[in-house]
């Protein structure tokens, strides 16, 4: 995705008048859910002409086909053509379903991004990867395709839950760990509330577009951006099935710890840097409980990541910090020591 399709900004105002005057519309649609309308729209909704208001109901289990058909019934219904325009307003369960909606409509229209979780802003507004979810599959049917816009302001994070703040800063703690060793130098020594969210959103999203620009389709350099997702998925998964919830930034935070031990056991990683690794997450996130009678349960999870080739668990692991290495297979005993490492 090139730069210049995204702008960050404390001007979100003054950014939307030029975009929707350089973008070439006929009408214009606002994606939101009850949240985003509540806090996000009123922020807004006086730099944007005549336009009209989709709302959807907000959590992943609305990030569905049957979700889109009321987006695509409402499009419909307003005679939108060819060269409307869809504005999604949300975080990562609007912008992956109003992108999708919006580039299978009429075969698709213009859609731009306005992210208002942290999650969003450093990471699924990047990278072009739309879809829904599909009969319990998490992203199951979708699609690449860039946004033609994207305006990020840390003035939405004002409204975000302190708990979907940190889940959000997972990810930027992980392009840290993959990419960046002298800025995990100077990020290790800040918690949140100092942190400047500008600075913090640009350097993220700086290492997702190169690392994305570098390999759009995910054949291999981009691989890296899964760093904590093998163990971290998996745990979310164990945890849904259970009733039981942990947030996605939680779970990555386990799968970094968990990951970054096994990298140490490879001898990839000195033990100063896992404790490093471990004593910043420990100071953001509280550690998920997993009880020794679960690894199993969760180990049957890992098997079935997508990721895996050949029924073989591959994962990344860091080689130092700021380096990862991808396609790595991991054996049964890595997987559940680290676990067991995890939680004890
Ligand atoms: P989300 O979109 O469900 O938002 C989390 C919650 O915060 C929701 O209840 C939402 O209504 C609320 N909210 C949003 N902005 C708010 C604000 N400013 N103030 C108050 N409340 C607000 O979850 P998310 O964590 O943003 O995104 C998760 C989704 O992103 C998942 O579906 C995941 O698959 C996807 N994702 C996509 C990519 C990608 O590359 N496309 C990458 C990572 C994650």
Same mark, same amino acid.
């Given at each position: 995705?090139?730069?210049?399709?995204?702008?960050?900004?404390?001007?979100?105002?003054?950014?939307?008048?030029?975009?929707?005057?350089?973008?070439?519309?006929?009408?214009?649609?606002?994606?939101?859910?009850?949240?985003?309308?509540?806090?996000?729209?009123p922020l807004?909704?006086?730099?944007?002409?005549? !336009?009209?208001?989709?709302?959807?109901?907000?959590?992943?289990?609305?990030?569905?086909?049957?979700?889109?058909?009321?987006?695509?019934?409402?499009?419909?219904?307003?005679?939108?053509?060819?060269?409307?325009?869809?504005?999604?307003?949300?975080?990562?369960?609007?912008?992956?379903?109003g992108?999708?909606?919006?580039?299978?409509?009429?075969?698709?229209?213009?859609?731009?991004?306005?992210?208002?979780?942290?999650?969003?802003?450093?990471?699924?507004?990047?990278?072009?990867?739309?879809?829904?979810?599909?009969?319990?599959?998490?992203?199951?049917?979708?699609?690449?395709?860039?946004?033609?816009?994207?305006?990020?302001?840390?003035?939405?994070?004002?409204?975000?839950?302190?708990?979907?703040?940190?889940?959000?800063f997972?990810?930027?703690?992980?392009?840290?760990?993959?990419?960046?060793?002298?800025?995990?130098?100077?990020?290790?020594?800040?918690?949140?509330?100092?942190?400047?969210?500008?600075?913090?959103?640009?350097?993220?999203?700086?290492?997702?577009?190169?690392?994305?620009?570098?390999?759009?389709?995910?054949?291999?350099?981009?691989?890296?951006?899964?760093?904590? !997702?093998?163990?971290?998925?998996?745990?979310?998964?164990?945890?849904m099935?259970n009733?039981?919830?942990?947030l !996605?930034?939680?779970?990555?935070?386990?799968?970094?710890?968990?990951?970054?031990?096994?990298?140490?056991?490879?001898?990839?990683?000195?033990?100063?840097?896992?404790?490093?690794?471990?004593?910043?997450?420990?100071?953001?996130?509280?550690?998920?409980?997993?009880?020794?009678?679960?690894?199993?349960?969760?180990?049957?999870?890992?098997?079935?990541?997508?990721?895996?080739?050949?029924?073989r668990?591959?994962?990344?692991?860091?080689?130092?910090?700021?380096?990862?290495k991808?396609?790595?297979?991991?054996?049964?005993s890595?997987?559940?020591?680290?676990?067991?490492?995890?939680?004890?």
């Amino acid at each position: 995705m090139s730069t210049d399709k995204v702008v960050i900004t404390q001007a979100v105002n003054q950014q939307i008048q030029y975009i929707l005057k350089e973008l070439n519309f006929t009408q214009l649609a606002v994606l939101v859910d009850e949240n985003t309308l509540v806090n996000c729209y009123p922020l807004i909704k006086a730099s944007l002409p005549n !336009h009209c208001l989709i709302q959807i109901k907000s959590g992943e289990e609305f990030k569905t086909i049957e979700t889109c058909n009321h987006i695509w019934g409402r499009l419909t219904a307003e005679a939108f053509d060819r060269k409307s325009l869809l504005l999604n307003l949300g975080g990562g369960v609007i912008g992956d379903m109003g992108g999708f909606a919006a580039r299978t409509f009429k075969r698709g229209i213009k859609f731009i991004n306005i992210p208002t979780t942290l999650l969003a802003q450093v990471d699924a507004s990047i990278g072009g990867k739309l879809g829904v979810d599909f009969k319990g599959l998490k992203n199951h049917i979708g699609l690449f395709s860039d946004p033609d816009q994207v305006i990020v302001d840390p003035v939405f994070l004002q409204s975000l839950p302190p708990a979907e703040l940190a889940s959000g800063f997972a990810e930027v703690i992980k392009h840290h760990l993959i990419a960046d060793a002298n800025g995990w130098e100077m990020l290790k020594k800040q918690s949140l509330p100092d942190l400047n969210w500008l600075e913090t959103i640009r350097h993220s999203v700086a290492i997702k577009s190169r690392v994305v620009a570098s390999d759009p389709q995910e054949a291999g350099y981009r691989k890296t951006l899964n760093f904590g !997702h093998t163990l971290g998925h998996a745990v979310e998964s164990f945890k849904m099935i259970n009733d039981d919830s942990v947030l !996605h930034g939680e779970a990555v935070a386990l799968g970094m710890i968990a990951e970054s031990y096994v990298s140490y056991k490879k001898g990839l990683l000195s033990s100063e840097e896992l404790k490093s690794i471990e004593n910043y997450i420990d100071s953001i996130f509280t550690r998920v409980n997993i009880m020794p009678e679960e690894i199993d349960e969760i180990f049957n999870l890992v098997i079935q990541d997508k990721k895996n080739k050949n029924n073989r668990v591959m994962a990344v692991l860091l080689e130092g910090i700021g380096s990862a290495k991808w396609d790595i297979k991991l054996t049964p005993s890595e997987i559940k020591s680290s676990l067991r490492y995890y939680s004890n």
